[in-house]
């Protein structure tokens, strides 16, 4: 029950199949991200060549090998076969060696923080750090006997189907809002919401308000991912509490980037961005923004979207927007759901996280049970 020394090479093959009969398309398209995650590959990729894609069929492995710091890379435990981008690898567990790894051991070991250190250490490049398959087919791991391995996998298994069916439950609470929604579209005549929101140019002159955000394409202020001078905000516009901000910008964003202030407390935002109050006594802010950040009005900021070298969709834009506008029991019992989903929805990201956090300690509790079996058949 020892631990034995082998390199990747020995345990693992590229396989980088082509899709060149083109049996899998835009739906099938997926990338790999640095949380570990296959999620769909976003934008418009109607027009790319798909059979110059690679397969990733079920229990194969994705990783992208550009990168710095973290490596993108994912585990297909599904029953589905995806496509990825030519420039992504796609590798799996040898034949020969299925008796000696078990392949979501592998996924375990590969999401550790432990293996992005030494990832980027090995990775080489100037502009873009590379991390080269033979390199990685080059490098040695030390592996638990197999019923150990199934052990922790097991663990990590059923972890993994907690959260997969928190998940269900999640996408069928988002479907009852949907159906509401649409229902709403159905009944009640749509309204333009310009009546009811105010546009808003208060500028921080006294510099009063150092709390300055920026603003993402996950409908939520953030913290500015460019370095802010926070002694010259004079110029930046407030956004006070409920307030709604958005960037007119839509060309680099795809989606509208948008937020409402719930921080209860003034901030300030670029003096790029519209900033626009809403009448409470008629709708209701959350739900004003939950319409605005459904993935139809993304498409519909686009369409209305205008500009030759940038796409914009301004304020007077904004204000064309029509929506039903029921009464506020109503609004407030479609909110009330809404943020049951959020809420939700952040408890499942927070599971995701606990699971890719556990890996090392599985990962280090099974060399640690193999190394303590080791030390026992030695000593007897």
């Known amino acids: 029950m020892a631990l034995t020394k082998y390199k990747f090479g020995d345990l693992i093959e590229l396989t980088n199949q082509k899709n060149d009969d083109v049996c899998y398309g835009e739906d099938d398209a997926i990338g790999v991200n640095i949380d570990k995650i296959i999620i769909p590959m976003r934008g418009n990729i109607s027009e790319k060549d798909f059979s110059q894609f690679h397969l990733v069929p079920p229990r194969h492995f994705a990783y992208n090998p550009r990168g710095s710091r973290k490596l993108g890379i994912g585990f297909n435990d599904t029953e589905k076969t995806y496509i990825i981008t030519f420039n992504d690898n796609v590798f799996r567990i040898k034949e020969a060696a299925k008796n000696i790894i078990i392949d979501a051991y592998l996924f375990m070991y590969l999401c550790r923080k432990e293996w992005d250190r030494y990832a980027e250490y090995i990775s080489w490049g100037s502009s873009t750090e590379v991390f080269d398959w033979n390199n990685f087919c080059e490098e040695e791991i030390k592996l638990p006997p197999l019923p150990i391995q199934q052990k922790y996998v097991d663990v990590y298994n059923a972890m993994l189907a907690n959260q997969k069916s928190y998940e269900r439950g999640l996408d069928d609470l988002k479907l009852v809002c949907d159906a509401y929604i649409e229902d709403l579209r159905r009944k009640i005549p749509c309204e333009s919401i310009g009546n009811y929101i105010t546009q808003k140019n208060d500028r921080n002159t006294d510099k009063s308000i150092d709390y300055v955000m920026g603003l993402s394409t996950q409908k939520k202020f953030r913290e500015p991912q460019s370095r ?54 008629k709708i209701i802010p959350e739900y004003l923004a939950m319409w605005l950040s459904r993935t139809e009005f993304d498409r519909y900021t686009r369409f209305h979207s205008w500009g030759s070298a940038r796409e914009n969709f301004s304020y007077e834009d904004m204000c064309n927007v029509s929506i039903p506008i029921p009464k506020k029991n109503i609004q407030k019992s479609i909110v009330d759901i809404y943020n049951a989903y959020k809420e939700r929805k952040s408890i499942n990201e927070r599971l995701k996280t606990q699971i890719k956090d556990i890996c090392p300690i599985l990962i280090k509790g099974s060399i640690e049970e193999a190394m303590e079996a080791e030390n026992v058949h030695t000593a007897v």
Request: overall charge negative; hydrophobic content about 40%.
């Open 228 to 281: 802010v001078n926070r002694d010259e905000l004079g110029s930046y516009k407030i956004v006070k509490p409920y307030d709604f901000a958005f960037v007119p910008t839509t060309d680099s964003w795809k989606v509208l980037a948008f937020s409402f202030n719930t921080f209860e407390k003034d901030i300030v935002v670029s003096p790029i961005y519209e900033v626009f109050s809403v009448d409470k006594d």
